[in-house]
């Protein structure tokens, strides 16, 4: 009996000490957290662009919602929804890209803290696509390279943003 009690207690404190210290997404990520507005190029397209960056799973992870629409074509749109958070190692990332194309062009991705924010990988079968995150204050670059050993590094995507107030949370219907 004595020793079922001392393993109950065991587990209820390495469960709490958990509970007190839950994981946190790296700060070059975090620093993503909140509105931002812009322009950019997608494959030599130009678009608007809207993110909304939050943390979840008690800070743990960050979630990300991406929107862009062509400027010649507003029916031409494009969402995707991005989480990141830390790796096992220190400045490690790890990602996860998923958007409007559906569940089959969904990507698990890792990357690197660096000097200026953060980069992160995602391999597809036909390229891999290298995103470099750059915060800067109320600014914000993104660009997108893809990768591939025919044609080396190709620019795929670029936007430059802006810090905007989020727009207040909707009431649960």
Partial sequence: ???????????LMASTAAAEEPARAPDAVRQLEG?????????GKPVTIAVEARPVALGAILALDASSVAIADPSDRYAAHLVFGGGKGAGEVIGFWSD?????????????????????SYPYPDAEFVNRWRPAGEQLGWTIIARDAKSGE?????????????APAKPPQ
């Fill in 1 to 11: 009996m004595m020793k079922r009690m001392l393993v109950a207690v065991a587990v």
């Fill in 100 to 120: 409007s194309f559906g569940g089959s062009m969904t990507a698990t991705g890792t990357g690197s803290v660096q000097p200026a924010g953060f980069d992160i």
């Fill in 35 to 43: 509105c931002w507005q812009g322009r950019g190029e997608v494959m």
């Fill in 154 to 166: 190709q620019p795929f995507a670029s936007y430059a943003l802006r810090r905007v107030r989020c």
